[in-house]
């Protein structure tokens, strides 16, 4: 059974720094793309970030030079470094891993900046 457990959340003022984490288990993490993803209420689900099996990464634009995503394969895990938090990055990150054709999501973890 695959299972992806996110933690990290929480509630941190404007230009603060949050670190979020997400585990797998149940797959061979290091041929899947993990990612993040975030939604915020009353929008439609939106990438975050991703970082594939080389270590290229790709990010949204609104989150370029502020956002770092990295993976440790050893530990089936990959993390979202924010820094220089917004108000408008408040949202429900989610942790997605995908290797075609599976495609796994984890629960989702409230990330809220204040102003």
């Known amino acids: 059974q695959v299972r992806l457990v996110e933690s990290g959340r929480g509630v941190v003022q404007a230009g603060g720094s949050l670190r979020l984490s997400c585990a797998g288990s149940?797959?061979?993490?290091?041929?899947?793309?993990p990612g993040w993803y975030r939604q915020a209420p009353g929008k439609q689900r939106e990438l975050v970030a991703t970082?594939?099996?080389?270590?290229?990464?790709n990010y949204a634009d609104s989150v370029k030079g502020r956002f770092t995503i990295s993976r440790d394969n050893a530990k089936n895990t990959v993390y979202l470094q924010m820094n220089s938090l917004k108000p408008e990055d408040t949202a429900v990150y989610y942790c997605?891993?995908?290797?075609?054709?599976?495609?796994?999501w984890g629960q989702g973890t409230q990330v809220t900046v204040s102003s």
């Open positions: 970082i594939n099996s080389g270590g290229i990464t």
């Open positions: 149940g797959i061979t993490f290091r041929i899947y793309t």
């Open positions: 997605n891993v995908r290797s075609w054709p599976n495609e796994y």
